[in-house]
């Protein structure tokens, strides 16, 4: 039989219930024969109850410190999972990030997996026992622990799908799958069977919050199958039937996809626009503008910038909102040293995206997507574009509005 990771969600774990449904999904697996790994997050609120404790004793809290705080909660849910595992007959044995070595750079609290070190899973596999990992965490050269950034779990799971060769790798979450848009913005919003790694990872990067984006990259980087599913579907489901539903993230060239136009659209309204206004137009400007921002851990997506007849330059991009006013306050000497007019930044806005593997041999969808918002009212205030996406900065007002008159335009019902 084959090997097998599946990872569950804080969700998934939210209750001692659910983690006894969980164990009896896991059981049904290893006792058909697969060997299983299995990756928890914590408890659903439990890294928020975390980070809250953290700030109450400090504004800002230590990024090493808040580490140490936030692993906290896989402890509890692994070891939880264990015990519902063994109540059922079902060998099982836990670990932390650091017992089996899941080595990260030190960017504490956004740390970046470089090695795991399978030979301890390996030998318990082998064993005959379930491995319950603590997702979303690990330790640096050093010995600190570290954590991946929220939703890195689902990081956690591929990557340990990537370096056992497992078969599949199953994310169980609150939802039965992949939708061409968030049902509750669209209520006829359509399940996916399929999509690429491609389009998954660009709805990722626009806001799809089924899966983690850098999930998705190390999927794509180690070609790991990626199958989304529900928890919340019976547990005693026959394998045959589980293996069968949810959406299967694969690859273009498996013969199993179909090049949809537009697959689906995305969005996210954790956004903010920042502009410095006035920007001498010389070479090298932008690098002076987004090298701090880069070393200051910031995260840069969309970028225009608009030249003048004055030899000025507006220069704008976006951020997550939650980074705009640390931005900001690293930019003010920057703007004082180039000489720029002006510094805004709006946290207004959202970022909305069509998706599909299609747009590759097919004219027209950008004219198709501008028409439906300007027949809606809906100004575009930044436009980027990749093979199989194209990106709009709106009004947050407008944002549900513009959603659904594009999953009408394009049919995706």
Known sequence: MALIVQKYGGTSVGSTDRIKNVARRVAKWKNAGHDVVVVVSAMSGETNRLIDLAQAIQSIPDPRELDVVCSTGEQVTIGLL???????????????GAQIRVLTDDAHTKARILDIDKDRIQDDLNS???IVVAGFQGVDAEGNI???????????????????????????TDVDGVYTTDPRVV?????????????????????????????????????VRLRVLSSLTDPDLSIDEESQSGTLITFEDDGTMEAALVSGIAFNRDEAKVTMRGVPDTPGIAFKI?????????????????????????????????????TLDILKPVQADIGAQDLVGDDKICKLGLVGVGMRSH????????????NEGVNIQMVSTSEIKITAVIDEKYM??????????FELE
């Open 187 to 223: 209520p006829n919003a359509r399940r996916l069977k399929t999509v690429t790694f491609e389009e998954m990872l660009e709805m990722a990067s626009l806001g799809s919050k089924v899966l983690q984006i850098r999930s998705v990259e190390f999927a794509g980087k180690y070609r």
């Open 128 to 130: 005959g026992k379930v």
């Open 363 to 374: 004219v027209g969808v950008a004219s198709k997507m501008f028409a439906a918002l300007a």
């Open 290 to 326: 987004l090298d701090p921002i880069a070393k200051a851990n910031i995260e840069v997506d969309v970028i225009v910038q608009n030249v003048g007849t004055d030899k000025k330059t507006d220069f704008s991009f976006t951020v997550h909102r939650n980074d705009l006013n640390k």
């Open 400 to 409: 549900e509005l513009a959603v659904r008159a594009l999953h009408q335009a």
């Open 146 to 172: 570290t954590t991946l950034g929220r939703g890195g779990s689902d990081t956690s799971g591929v990557a340990i799908a990537a370096v056992l060769g497992a078969k599949e790798c199953q994310i169980y």
């Open 82 to 96: 264990c015990m519902a595992l063994i109540e059922l007959g079902c060998p099982a044995k836990s670990y932390t």
